[in-house]
């Protein structure tokens, strides 16, 4: 099993996951893909995304801010999803993206958890 395939079944592992996914921002695509809801196309997922992660990284370098995105957050009333830059040097321009049934997620831990599967991979 690959690095990448662990990451996503680790993710898929987390309480409350729908789907998950390993995206390049630079072109929009999905390098890797793990669901179980046949409702939410991972990569209309992917590709928005990008478009999330593209806006805020810009906005954050207009505004001079000398910080870095831990994640992004997105509060549905049924789900959330979560968007994880990779900040290692060789996974830059990559991201982790969660989606969550809220019912039955808690948002702490899977924050906590997506950090430490991030640290693990190497893509």
């Not at 806006?55 to 370098?61: C, H, L």
């Not at 801010?65 to 996974?91: A, F, V, W």
């Not at 321009?93 to 640290?119: C, P, Q, V």
């Amino acid at each position: 099993m690959s690095n990448m395939d662990l990451a996503l079944k680790n993710m898929m592992g987390i309480d409350g996951a729908v789907g998950a996914a390993v995206v390049d921002y630079n072109s929009g695509m999905a390098l890797g893909m793990l669901g179980s809801s046949k409702a939410l196309d991972l990569q209309i997922a992917a590709a928005g995304n990008t478009e999330v992660v593209r806006a805020k990284m810009r906005t954050i370098e207009q505004l001079q801010l000398n910080e870095d995105i831990e994640d992004i957050l997105i509060t549905l009333s049924g789900q959330y999803h979560i968007i994880r830059p990779m900040s290692d040097r060789k996974s830059k321009g990559l991201f982790l993206y969660l989606a969550m049934d809220r019912s039955r997620a808690n948002l702490a831990m899977a924050r906590h958890r997506l950090k430490t599967i991030e640290e693990d991979l190497e893509v």
